[in-house]
């Protein structure tokens, strides 16, 4: 106790023999003061820092400590600097004990900038240190990481338990192992995009994973092998994923039973994307009619059967409003029923065919498309041999259109464009501007194509309303 009143009343001596500024008190602190020095001033109110002036004797030992910028006292780092001269205290003779930085009492900015540079592992293990570093390496996670692309790998799978719960989107490639898809089921509840790539996975354990991801919204798949519709397949239940909306198959050469396990997995699916390098059959076509929700369909692959797709959405009332079709082989005795399906689809906005070279579309055809289509608001046709007068036609039908672009065929000039003059571009730009929708119009010709006699400052000066482009 007496010991205890002796310091008080040192300290007490010290502070009115010292200097006060607005914010600060100078205290020629010794040795013996040094001992209980923060819990008294801590009665008084919150301390700011405290700032320790060490005096030597010889200012050569000065500069020998200031030329050292970080000592380890007692486990923790200082870090030292030259306080200002003046006259009574000649900077080479003292040095400023500035900051502790032992790492928990670094700012929560400093720890996230230095968790930033931290691989996955390693911020994996710093999270596991306390609660306070597993919310930094959390935050640090769903900034850098909440897309997760990863080999599945020991290593890497490790991460999940403790970040698991915050990705939102999952990309992983390579050889199929049974504990690290057990992995992204149990921790990864919240995941909404999934993309796959050069895997090879069963039927069953791939109904497994999009049934247990319930908030699963997005599905990529690419060289994605191993479905088989076998009698395990077939035994599957009938559970389903009603989340998701999206999904892209690359290249995965699903057969119609397999498909069709698919459609029935994700009844809601909004969005589907097809590209395959083999034809696909009327009856892998014919599934597509059971997504009663879809509303834009891609498909680009070898061979399809149109017409069968055609029927199978429009028999099943799909209100689809985009579809994009590549490529489009018509015969020319069905092509006309083709077209008459289309426009049976009374709610398709953006129509996009890619036509071969033996199945042109002709003016009769996209004028009974734009009357037929009264929602229509973007149109491209790949491989046309519309005139200029039908595409007046065409301008003049489809109110809604904004964007329209046409692609000619090389080997058929004599059912296309061939030439276009000065009168002709002022007439078909006239068209355009007349509309009330505003319109661009984008003509892709063959280089044989004259579009000489329109200068190339009056082309570019239109480009928002008329651009033409010579594409072969």
Not at 217 to 232: Q, R
Not at 342 to 365: A, G, N, R
Not at 381 to 396: E, F, H, P, Q, Y
């Amino acid at each position: 106790m007496s010991d205890q009143l002796n310091q008080k009343r040192s300290l007490n001596t010290a502070i009115s023999n010292s200097n006060q500024g607005s914010s600060e008190v100078r205290i020629p602190v010794t040795k013996s003061l040094i001992p209980g020095l923060i819990s008294y001033f801590e009665e008084y109110g919150e301390i700011e820092n405290v700032t320790v002036l060490v005096r030597f004797k010889d200012e050569k030992v000065a500069e020998s400590v200031l030329q050292k910028r970080f000592h380890k006292i007692e486990n923790r780092i200082w870090t030292t600097e030259s306080p200002k001269e003046s006259p009574e205290q000649p900077y080479t003779k003292k040095m400023k004990l500035v900051q502790s930085a032992h790492i928990l009492d670094l700012s929560d900015g400093i720890l996230l900038n230095i968790f930033k540079r931290l691989d996955l592992v390693d911020l994996a293990h710093a999270a596991e240190t306390c609660v306070r570093m597993d919310n930094i390496a959390k935050s640090v996670f769903a900034l850098k990481h909440i897309k997760y692309e990863c080999h599945l790998n020991d290593e890497t799978i490790a991460v999940l338990p403790r970040f698991g719960d915050l990705v939102k989107e999952l990309e992983f490639f390579g050889d199929e192992d049974e504990q690290h898809f057990d992995a992204v089921l149990k921790y990864c509840k919240n995941m909404e995009t999934l993309r796959m790539e050069n895997m090879y996975l069963n039927t069953n354990k791939w109904h497994t994973m999009i049934v247990g991801l319930s908030k699963l919204k997005n599905v990529h798949l690419e060289d994605v092998g191993g479905f088989e519709f076998d009698d395990e397949a077939n035994g599957l239940s009938m559970a389903t994923n009603q989340s998701v909306e999206e999904l892209s198959l690359i290249h995965c050469g699903f057969s119609s039973e397999v498909f069709a396990l698919f459609v029935k997995m994700m009844p809601n699916l909004q969005e589907l994307c097809i590209y395959e390098e083999k034809k696909l059959t009327e009856r892998y076509m014919k599934q597509l009619g059971q997504l009663k929700a879809l509303k834009r369909l891609e498909i680009e692959c070898q061979d399809i059967a149109v017409q069968a797709l055609l029927d199978g959405l429009w028999l099943n009332s799909v209100m689809l409003e985009e579809i994009a079709i590549s490529p489009c082989s018509f015969d020319p005795e069905t092509i006309d029923d083709i077209i008459s399906t289309i426009t049976k689809l009374k709610t398709i906005k953006v129509l996009e065919l890619s036509c071969k070279f033996e199945s042109v579309l002709e003016d009769k055809h996209l004028v009974r498309l734009a009357k037929g289509l009264p929602l229509l608001s973007k149109l491209k046709i790949r491989s046309t041999g519309m005139t200029i007068g039908g595409l007046k036609d065409v301008l003049r039908f489809a109110k809604r259109l904004t964007q329209m672009t046409l692609h000619t065929p090389y080997p058929y000039p004599d059912l296309a464009l061939v030439a276009i003059g000065a009168a002709d571009y002022q007439a078909i730009l006239e068209t355009v501007k007349r509309r009330s929708n505003k319109l661009n119009l984008l003509l892709c010709l063959p280089r044989k194509v004259d579009i000489d006699q329109i200068g190339a400052d009056v082309r570019q000066r239109n480009s928002e309303w008329l651009e033409i482009r010579r594409s072969f």
